[in-house]
């Protein structure tokens, strides 16, 4: 069947910030470049707006709706687009729910993360990782999880940003068949280039600051170390962190929340890139980091275990190397790291192009109905 008109469907739009948001920004704009009319029905924290530029509609849904009235706007709105469009989500997954099963649409779900266990985590409610977390939630989690899943069985087709993730999905009852694995992509126009000959610092994270993310570790290690550390992203844990930083008189700049144009420039002024998370689908800044030909270090989890193979184009923590003999491995006089470097940006160009993605994603769209 051929395409004719886009839509993506996504709980976050920037300037919101996270890999959805920069997902739906990025594959809609692709989309028009290609010769798609494209929609984006997100939420907004501000009033709602719809505005148009080009053949790209960005329509945004009021969060300060009460929520019943937000959910009516967005599933009308879906309703409506369902005329046209051929529809792709990877948020919204209730709201869409409801508007295919009273219109007949058919459409994809992309599945950033198991958004009921970060859920949970964000609340406090679990200290659990995601593996034993499954099958453990509380009664309100169990209702969000079943409508989570009734809304992935009724999508033609689940995308998975990861091998790990796709097992997990398989897990809650849906189809193996219905399940592919689309990693996330990079923008190689945008993240090219190499690492200065004296950087500003030694190591830079990049990440949403929540306990998963571990960047407490990497604080304090950088400190046992006199380094200095970069720390680009907000979160609930940033006041803790910084406190943190000044307790332990570590060499540490937190800049906040970057637009993603700002973030190469920083990354390419480090020496080092660290994501210390317990748990990544498919982690863009990791995959931005190696794009940009930077040394990366990450602990072995879910999603960077699929990236990187341990001492050709990164390094990988881990019961048998901590992080913080990792950083004693690559800041050692005697490293030489160039080759890492050059595996690094080879598996991106090879693998994570934004080209060779999209288009993956375009052609299970074209089936729909």
């Known amino acids: 069947m051929s395409l004719h008109k886009v839509c993506i469907a996504s709980g976050i739009f920037p300037p919101d910030k996270g890999g959805p948001a920069q997902f739906a920004s990025s594959f809609s704009q692709w989309c028009v470049d290609q010769g798609y009319p494209t929609t984006v029905i997100s939420l907004s924290d501000g009033p709602g707006t719809s505005n148009k530029v080009g053949d790209l509609q960005i329509q945004l849904i009021s969060?300060?709706?009460?929520?019943?009235?937000?959910?009516?706007?967005?599933?009308?709105?879906?309703?409506?687009?369902?005329?046209?469009?051929?529809?792709?989500?990877?948020?919204?997954?209730?709201?869409?729910?409801?508007?295919?099963?009273?219109?007949?649409?058919?459409?994809?779900?992309?599945?950033?993360?198991?958004?009921?266990w970060e859920r949970a985590r964000n609340q406090e409610k679990t200290l659990l990782d995601i593996d034993a977390y499954q099958g453990q939630e509380d009664f309100v989690k169990k209702i969000m999880r079943?409508?989570?899943?009734?809304?992935?069985?009724?999508?033609?087709?689940?995308?998975?940003?990861?091998?790990?993730?796709?097992?997990?999905?398989?897990?809650?009852?849906?189809?193996?068949?219905?399940?592919?694995?689309?990693?996330?992509?990079?923008?190689?126009?945008?993240?090219?280039?190499?690492?200065?000959?004296?950087?500003?610092?030694?190591?830079?994270?990049?990440?949403?600051?929540?306990?998963?993310?571990?960047?407490?570790?990497?604080?304090?290690?950088?400190?046992?170390?006199?380094?200095?550390?970069?720390?680009?992203?907000?979160?609930?844990?940033?006041?803790?962190l910084k406190k943190l930083a000044l307790d332990l008189e570590a060499k540490v700049i937190f800049l906040g929340e970057l637009d993603q144009k700002e973030?190469?420039?920083?990354?390419?002024?480090?020496?080092?890139?660290?994501?210390?998370?317990?748990?990544?689908?498919?982690?863009?800044?990791l995959l931005e980091a190696m794009a940009l030909g930077t040394l990366v270090i990450a602990r072995e989890s879910t999603g960077t275990s699929e990236?990187?193979?341990?001492?050709?184009?990164?390094?990988?923590?881990?019961?048998?190397?901590?992080?913080?003999e990792s950083l004693n491995l690559i800041f050692n006089a005697n490293f030489d790291g160039r080759r890492m470097k050059e595996k690094a940006s080879q598996t991106i160009a090879n693998q994570y192009s934004r080209e060779r993605v999209f288009s993956s994603i375009i052609d299970y769209l074209k089936v729909l109905k």
Not at 203 to 218: A, D, F, M, Q, Y
Not at 307 to 324: E, F, P
């Open 63 to 116: 969060r300060r709706k009460n929520l019943l009235a937000r959910y009516f706007a967005t599933i009308r709105a879906l309703m409506k687009i369902s005329n046209d469009h051929t529809i792709i989500i990877n948020g919204l997954f209730l709201e869409t729910l409801f508007a295919s099963l009273i219109k007949g649409f058919e459409y994809i779900a992309k599945v950033p993360g198991d958004i009921v």
């Open 307 to 324: 990236v990187i193979v341990d001492g050709v184009n990164g390094l990988l923590c881990s019961q048998n190397r901590t992080l913080g």
């Open 146 to 240: 079943r409508l989570f899943t009734l809304s992935l069985k009724k999508a033609e087709r689940v995308l998975a940003p990861s091998d790990h993730m796709a097992s997990l999905i398989k897990s809650w009852g849906i189809s193996g068949e219905k399940i592919v694995v689309v990693r996330n992509s990079v923008d190689l126009s945008l993240f090219k280039g190499e690492s200065l000959l004296r950087p500003s610092y030694d190591l830079i994270t990049v990440c949403r600051l929540t306990p998963w993310k571990g960047v407490s570790e990497i604080i304090s290690e950088s400190a046992k170390r006199d380094m200095s550390l970069c720390v680009i992203g907000s979160g609930p844990e940033e006041f803790a």
């Open 263 to 285: 973030i190469p420039a920083q990354i390419m002024k480090s020496r080092c890139f660290v994501l210390n998370s317990t748990y990544e689908g498919s982690p863009h800044a």
